[in-house]
């Protein structure tokens, strides 16, 4: 097998799920492309039928927002709040690492008239799930993954509000599998285990873990989910989606921190997944794994919303995508239990034989980003 380069951004096939044309063009760039044809006047104002039909006058609060403090999810509260009028409940998932970057601009954010409910799951069992899983999988964040799919639906049912905001569709925006066309709107269950966990946590029980530990990460009875009528929205379906457009206006609205560096390990932008620490390490085994890194899937998502050329895009991904990711090392490292030796040999077992090649004492890939890549 020999990785292919979309010829329109940078994506490589190996990026589970996506797929190529006969022109060797990803479905992300189709998606980008078949924005320009759909009519966000008439867009919008489906999203106001459903803000209508959900708003709930006396009620404490009219919608549910799964939000880190980051950018785009402070953007979708910011809207919702000051430009719609509704009264949203933001729900926090906690980080595994909490970076103070990501606690100020939550605290600059909840300063403007939000309430916020904060999940902290036992950190004995989060940390014994972070090791395991990257011990297993190559990800300290299957565990959070699922929390953060679960504890907004918790709330929803625990609070009898029937709408949740999600922020964008990354099946079809990135390129992926799109269940259905409806799928592309709505977020539900089936969407939830196929795309964003893929397990059913109570497959973690182990001598450490029991079921009742497992209660943040459990999405509710879907009955329970039924009997409050829960609809989940992709924000992203409503309006045109943008992660540069979303810091831009958040950045406008409140004291919005940046990466303390100047920009963030293996990428050129500073702006993006500022709360956890192990995020770093996230993105690195993203590219130990499938061979490209958080450069490229930025350099990606900025060239599909034409905010940088191609070829701007293969300089930053050539200087940064790849980068071990050293800022917040001894923070991971301490989390997950690892001195450096160990990391580096648990990192080196999760890497394709597809994908990379041990040539004269070091690893090196297969079929690298380069120059050549127009040529292709």
Not at 250 to 270: E, Q, V, W, Y
Request: hydrophobic share 35%; proline share 4%; aromatic share 14%.
């Amino acid at each position: 097998m020999q990785i292919r380069y979309c010829k329109r951004c940078l994506m490589p096939d190996s990026r589970p799920r996506i797929f190529f044309d006969d022109n060797g063009v990803c479905n992300a760039c189709h998606t980008a492309e078949e924005k320009n044809n759909i009519d966000w006047d008439a867009r919008r104002n489906e999203f106001l039928e459903y803000v209508e039909k959900y708003r709930r006058p006396g009620a404490e609060y009219d919608c549910v927002v799964p939000w880190s403090g980051g950018k785009d999810s402070s953007a979708i509260a910011h809207k919702l709040k000051f430009e719609f009028g509704l009264n949203p409940l933001l729900v926090t998932f906690s980080p595994l690492v909490a970076n103070e970057v990501g606690v100020h601009n939550r605290e600059e954010m909840l300063k403007l008239g939000f309430d916020h409910i904060m999940v902290r799951p036992n950190q004995r069992v989060s940390r014994h799930l972070a090791r395991r899983f990257f011990d297993e999988r190559g990800n300290p964040k299957i565990h959070w993954d699922a929390g953060i799919n679960s504890a907004p639906v918790q709330v929803a049912v625990k609070y009898n509000i029937p709408l949740i905001f999600y922020a964008e569709h990354g099946e079809s925006e990135y390129g992926g599998r799109v269940l259905s066309e409806e799928h592309r709107k709505i977020r539900d269950y089936t969407e939830v285990l196929e795309h964003q966990i893929g397990d059913d946590p109570r497959n973690w029980m182990d001598d450490v873990v029991q079921e009742r530990d497992l209660a943040p990460y459990l999405y509710p009875d879907l009955d329970d989910v039924a009997s409050v009528g829960i609809k989940a929205f992709y924000f992203a379906y409503f309006f045109r989606w943008s992660m540069y457009e979303n810091y831009q206006y958040i950045a406008d609205k409140i004291d919005f921190r940046l990466a303390d560096s100047g920009r963030t390990n293996g990428s050129f932008t500073n702006y993006d997944s500022l709360d956890d620490k192990i995020d770093d390490v996230y993105y690195y085994m993203q590219y130990v794994k499938f061979g490209f890194g958080r450069a490229v899937r930025d350099a990606c998502r900025l060239i599909h919303n034409k905010h940088i050329t191609r070829e701007q895009g293969l300089e930053y991904a050539l200087q940064y995508d790849g980068e071990y990711p050293t800022d917040h090392l001894p923070d991971a490292l301490e989390y997950l239990g690892l001195d450096e030796a160990e990391f580096n040999r648990i990192v080196d077992l999760h890497r394709n034989d597809e994908v990379w090649k041990f040539e004269g004492n070091e690893w090196k890939l297969r079929y690298p980003l380069s120059a050549d890549i127009f040529n292709r």
